[in-house]
């Protein structure tokens, strides 16, 4: 999965084998959501690379959601996708600073918390 030259396609490759642990199953179980997220290199909305993480199958892919709607689309740039993933920036304050755009329903955009993330020792 991680043809790629962003940061955050590791990070997605690492979720990945996240969640075939027990871990990773617990955070299935306690989300059952589905997220799509764009990820740019630079700017929001510009040659943005896309991942599902389906939380209630508990897998991650490449592309865009085919299963209808997901429950949220976050939008971001690779370095703050980086910071909100690996728990250096609060998702919400990246909201609020314009750093995350949101689509879908906000009490699912709401659930989605760096604890859903491999803990950075991992990384």
């Given at each position: 999965m991680a043809s790629s030259d962003l940061k955050s396609a590791a990070l997605m490759d690492q979720m990945k084998a996240h969640l075939s642990t027990d871990a990773g199953k617990a955070v299935t179980k306690k989300i059952g959501l589905v997220y799509q997220i764009?990820?740019?290199?630079?700017?929001?909305?510009?040659?943005?690379?896309?991942?599902?993480?389906?939380?209630k199958k508990g897998e991650v892919t490449k592309g865009t959601y085919e299963g209808g709607k997901p429950d949220a689309t976050f939008s971001f740039t690779d370095e703050d996708f980086f910071k909100v993933a690996t728990g250096k920036m609060n998702p919400q304050m990246a909201f609020m600073r314009g750093a995350m755009k949101v689509k879908g329903s906000l009490s699912a955009a709401q659930k989605f918390t760096p604890d859903i993330f491999p803990k950075p020792s991992k990384m």
């Open positions: 764009n990820i740019a290199p630079k700017k929001l909305g510009f040659n943005e690379e896309c991942y599902v993480v389906d939380l």
